[in-house]
């Protein structure tokens, strides 16, 4: 058996970062609700990138449904708790990380998970657990790295004093205790992410809008590919790396989609072509779902 050596391992990364830069990513810690896809893929990027102390969660199984895009979905991990199967496969990677695994129970772990975090990067799609996991966030004053549920990828950095997503998107969990949040609700709050998605990307032109339909409506779960997928968690890693290191520059709260069809970065549009482009995507998303 290869001997492990974290030394040879990241001596590649030596360039992009310091010496120094690599002790402290080895000391970090990184919480990451959520390891499927972008989460998963966000997950193996920080592993790989000599990140040494995680916290994972995760409350489904492996289906062989993942095995287009999720990194540490195999045949031989289908039917195993994702977050376990992805714990391994870390391990697999650099066994000297540490990782603690959670299931279910991560949500009211928070107030203990967060202050030892340096980052939390949002692998889950639960709008209630979601709007949680933000409010204690800003509660602690940490940052989170996220994504949009869109066709292309996309990333956000929301620190403390930024605006949280339910607000900034209008959900209707707003002064909503996250438990009580009904399927109603859930429904509500995807409509109203796939709604800012489509006003400030051109999303729309590179998916079957007849599929989207049937998200929207939550008829359907989310369509994932597995190139655009892993380009967001890899761009998530890099803005969590970016935050571990207090390097400058990144995105903010609003975030931007990167368009590899066309091979350029589309940022969010200024507040009056917005508010016109809104109103006829609301128009639109009424008769796609009609």
Known sequence: MTRFDYAEMTTRNRGFVTE?????????????????????????????????????????????????????????????EKAAAARDGALRINPEAQIEVLGGEWPDALDRLIPAADVIVNGMDDAAAGVHLYRRAQAHGLTVIDAYASPLPSVTVVRPDAPRPEARLRYPTVGVDWRQVTPAMRVTCLQREIEYVLTHSSSHRHVDLTVAAEVAAGTRSRFSFATMVTMAGTMMADEAIRAILKRPGGTDHRGYFFNPHAVKVERPLPAPIAAVRGFAVRRFMQRMMA
């Open 20 to 80: 120094a830069e690599q002790a402290r990513l080895r000391t970090a810690s990184v919480l990451i609700p959520g390891v499927g896809g972008m989460g998963g893929a966000a997950f193996m990027a920080l592993v790989r990138a000599g990140i040494g102390r995680f916290v994972i969660a995760d409350i489904d199984h492996f289906e062989v449904s993942n095995l287009n895009r999720q990194l540490f979905a195999t045949l031989d991990t289908v039917g195993q």
